[in-house]
Every structure is written in C-alpha cells, then in structure tokens.
C-alpha cells in the first residue's frame, strides 16, 4: 500500500511540476526561446535559403534547422518552399494561395493555416515550384513520411519537462508559425504598413524592427528583392534574421550569396549614357522611392499653403491630403474610388501634375520592352533635359542626381 501511494505521489509531482520543476517564468522564458528558434529557422531555412536561395547553409545549420521544424511545426520543407514560390510568381491574383487582396484579409488572418494546407495538397504546385529542395534519406523517409511523429515528440517532450502544463507550452508552439507567418506577414504583410517601395503587389512593412518574427516584418523590401538574404534596407530597420546569418556566416556556416543593391553616386555626367541607364534601371526602386518624396514634398506645400489661408476644410484641402498618400504610387495600385480627387488635385496645381507625367514617363524607361537600348539611353537623356528646364527646382535636383547614378 505505501508503494503505491508512493508511486501515485511521484506521478503526481510528475505532472504537476514534470521533471524539472520549472516555475511559472521560466517555463516562459523556454516557450519564447522554442518559439524564437522556429521562427529562425522558418526565415533563415525555409524563406532565405531554401525558397529563394539567397543564402547557403552549411551543413550543421541545415540539418539542425530542418530537425527543429519537423519537431516544432511537422512542415515539410518541399511543401513550404513550394506554396512560398507560388505566391510570388502569381501575386496578388487568383492563383496566389493566400492574398488578402483576392481572398479578403479576414480569411487570411483566420484561416491562413488551412490555405497552407489546401494548396500543399496540389500536386502541380508541388512539381512544378519545388525543385532544388532536400532529398536524401532523412528527408524522403522521417521528415516528408513521418511529419506527425515530430510533433508528437514535442509533446512528450515538454510534458516531460514541465508536466501537464507542458501541454500548452505545445500548443503555443503549435500555434505561433500559422498566427505570425500564414496569418500576420502573409495576411497584414500584404493590407497595412509603410511600403519603401512601389514593387509590383500590395507588401508592406508590418514593422521597421524585424524582430518577433525574425525579420519578416519587412515584408515589402522582400517583395522587392526576394532573393536578397537582408531584408532590411533603411537604416532605422533592423533584421534579426540578418544577424544570425551574418553571425553563422563569421564562423564558416553559411555564405550570403545576394544582397540588395546599394545605389551608389558620383560626379554628375554631363549626359546620361548607357551606364546611368543600366544603373537606374538595376535601382529603379530606390530611384523611385526618391521621386516619391518629391511628389509628397510638393502636396505637403499644397497643404501648408492652404492651412494657412484657413481652408482646412475645403475640398481642396482633402484632395491635397489624398494626393499626397496616393500621387506617388503606379497608377493602376491606385483605387478607381479616389481618381476624381486625385484628378482635382493635378488640376489645381501645374507642379503636382507636372511631377505626377513625368514620374509616369521616367518609369516608362523599364516598363516598355519594345525598345533598343539606344532609344532608351536618348528617352533618358531628353527627360533629363526636359526636367532641367521644367522650371521645377526639386525636378531639376532631381535629374541631375541621374545622372550622377552609378551601377
């Protein structure tokens, strides 16, 4: 008898307090250390180095960060890699597996998990946008056949660490990739934020500092340079993800294959040639994003003026205010239900509509690929000149900052 008490005592104390008798905080602290390492692996692994090879990891890295997720998420790497390419060859259309903009972004946040599953069960998807994956042993027999067992695992691990509450620290871990990554970055990554660049879909930056979800925060430069292995580009925006690849790169684990490019200058030409143009064409985003602080510069005046003739209410007023979050973006980004405003404000001032026709007629350099290289070099030169006389005084600092453009 006082075996068996003795028995149903230590169980007991087994899972109430599990094996290590961990308090409260410090089974915190381990349920955020777990999670952290998972979103690591997911951004560093799955995202820079196996879906756009923008980074090459060494052999302990990459064994170690597929054994964690099999552990922590039972994903499977061809699977997630595959449905990731998808998204970015067919953004924002139909095809897109988990857009906000084409299935709403309620259906993202709240079911971004299901959208994962759904597609990784298209077979097309998987052939035609998985290759290049892992296919040795471990990963055709363990990870791909036995993604349940690993999670299972988990399980019984962090039961036995901490006893029944070891069950929720499980759930957490569960949980946190289908609420940060399939909900917050592939849901609000795509509908709320700041945006440093027009790129061609509607990512955004969540967030300046990537560092709950290990840099994916920065959804927009991504989408911008997907094959960059850094996706943070301003310097008030911090990577985490960078850190550790940077980090694992000192001590021989990695090797970062591709940046974004950095726009450098020099003296300005007297005339633009074939090299400035290859060099704003290669950062045409960044030279962009310069422009479109002009155009917000210009309606920013447009609305100091006319606070201080006290028509803050005016229609004028709102239409400067429109013109200013919506001038600088590519016309067909910008909604048919705020055209007659932003029309409104073109018309009453010569500048904004000015800045807003060549802004459309400079990105016409990239756009047209009808073209020779000659005409295009002769397009850039007379737009230069044409900006240089406009009369504009930010136009013509402007240009003639193009022609100081250096690949």
Same mark, same amino acid.
């Given at each position: 008898?006082?075996?068996?008490?003795?028995?149903?005592?230590?169980?007991?104390?087994?899972?109430?307090?599990?094996?290590?008798?961990?308090?409260?905080?410090?089974?915190?602290?381990?349920?955020?250390?777990?999670? *952290?390492?998972?979103?690591?692996?997911?951004?560093?692994?799955?995202?820079?180095?196996?879906?756009?090879?923008?980074?090459?990891?060494?052999?302990?890295?990459?064994?170690?960060?597929?054994?964690?997720?099999?552990?922590?998420?039972?994903?499977?790497?061809?699977?997630?890699?595959?449905?990731?390419?998808?998204?970015?060859?067919?953004?924002?259309?139909?095809?897109?597996?988990?857009?906000?903009?084409?299935?709403?972004?309620?259906?993202?946040?709240?079911?971004?998990?299901?959208?994962?599953?759904?597609?990784?069960?298209?077979?097309?998807?998987?052939?035609?946008?998985?290759?290049?994956?892992?296919?040795?042993?471990?990963?055709?027999?363990?990870?791909?056949?036995?993604?349940?067992?690993?999670?299972?695992?988990?399980?019984?691990?962090?039961?036995?660490?901490?006893?029944?509450?070891?069950?929720?620290?499980?759930?957490?871990?569960?949980?946190?990739?289908?609420?940060?990554?399939?909900?917050?970055?592939?849901?609000?990554? *795509?509908?709320?934020?700041?945006?440093?660049?027009?790129?061609?879909?509607?990512?955004?930056?969540?967030?300046?500092?990537?560092?709950?979800?290990?840099?994916?925060?920065?959804?927009?430069?991504?989408?911008?340079?997907?094959?960059?292995?850094?996706?943070?580009?301003?310097?008030?925006?911090?990577?985490?993800?960078?850190?550790?690849?940077?980090?694992?790169?000192?001590?021989?684990?990695?090797?970062?294959?591709?940046?974004?490019?950095?726009?450098?200058?020099?003296?300005?030409?007297?005339?633009?040639? @074939?090299?400035?143009?290859?060099?704003?064409?290669?950062?045409?985003?960044?030279?962009?994003?310069?422009?479109?602080?002009?155009?917000?510069?210009?309606?920013?005046?447009?609305?100091?003026?006319?606070?201080?003739?006290?028509?803050?209410?005016?229609? @004028?007023?709102?239409?400067?205010?429109?013109?200013?979050?919506?001038?600088?973006?590519?016309?067909?980004?910008?909604?048919?239900?705020?055209?007659?405003?932003?029309?409104?404000?073109?018309?009453?001032?010569?500048?904004?509509?000015?800045?807003?026709?060549?802004?459309?007629?400079?990105?016409?350099?990239?756009?047209?690929?009808?073209?020779?290289?000659?005409?295009?070099?002769?397009?850039?030169?007379?737009?230069?000149?044409?900006?240089?006389?406009?009369?504009?005084?930010?136009?013509?600092?402007?240009?003639?900052?193009?022609?100081?453009?250096?690949?």
């Amino acid at each position: 008898m006082n075996v068996l008490m003795t028995v149903h005592d230590a169980i007991l104390s087994w899972l109430i307090d599990g094996l290590t008798g961990a308090s409260w905080w410090q089974v915190l602290v381990y349920t955020l250390v777990v999670t *952290h390492i998972t979103i690591a692996a997911v951004t560093i692994f799955l995202h820079r180095a196996q879906a756009h090879r923008a980074v090459d990891l060494g052999p302990i890295p990459s064994h170690f960060f597929r054994f964690w997720l099999w552990l922590t998420t039972g994903m499977v790497t061809r699977e997630w890699v595959a449905i990731h390419r998808k998204h970015h060859a067919k953004c924002e259309t139909e095809e897109d597996p988990h857009s906000p903009i084409t299935r709403g972004i309620k259906t993202v946040l709240t079911r971004g998990a299901e959208l994962y599953r759904t597609e990784a069960k298209n077979e097309e998807t998987i052939k035609k946008f998985s290759h290049g994956v892992p296919d040795d042993w471990m990963e055709r027999n363990v990870y791909s056949r036995r993604s349940v067992w690993g999670i299972v695992l988990m399980m019984i691990i962090n039961v036995s660490l901490f006893g029944i509450i070891g069950i929720s620290v499980w759930a957490v871990q569960m949980a946190w990739i289908p609420i940060w990554a399939a909900g917050v970055i592939n849901g609000v990554g *795509h509908y709320w934020g700041y945006r440093n660049f027009e790129a061609q879909d509607a990512s955004t930056n969540v967030s300046p500092w990537g560092l709950i979800i290990g840099g994916e925060e920065l959804h927009n430069n991504h989408h911008t340079y997907p094959t960059s292995a850094k996706f943070s580009v301003k310097p008030f925006e911090f990577d985490i993800g960078w850190g550790y690849i940077r980090a694992m790169e000192m001590i021989g684990w990695a090797k970062v294959r591709k940046t974004a490019p950095q726009m450098r200058t020099g003296e300005i030409k007297a005339v633009a040639d @074939k090299d400035t143009l290859e060099a704003i064409i290669a950062n045409r985003y960044e030279v962009m994003a310069r422009y479109a602080r002009g155009l917000r510069g210009a309606c920013k005046a447009e609305l100091a003026h006319l606070k201080a003739a006290g028509e803050e209410h005016s229609v @004028k007023f709102h239409q400067f205010k429109m013109a200013k979050r919506w001038l600088h973006r590519d016309a067909e980004k910008i909604p048919a239900a705020f055209q007659a405003q932003l029309e409104g404000a073109r018309a009453a001032s010569p500048v904004l509509d000015k800045l807003v026709t060549m802004r459309e007629e400079l990105r016409q350099l990239w756009t047209r690929t009808n073209v020779s290289a000659e005409q295009l070099v002769h397009d850039l030169q007379a737009w230069c000149r044409k900006a240089e006389e406009s009369g504009i005084a930010e136009l013509k600092s402007f240009a003639m900052g193009l022609r100081a453009v250096r690949a």
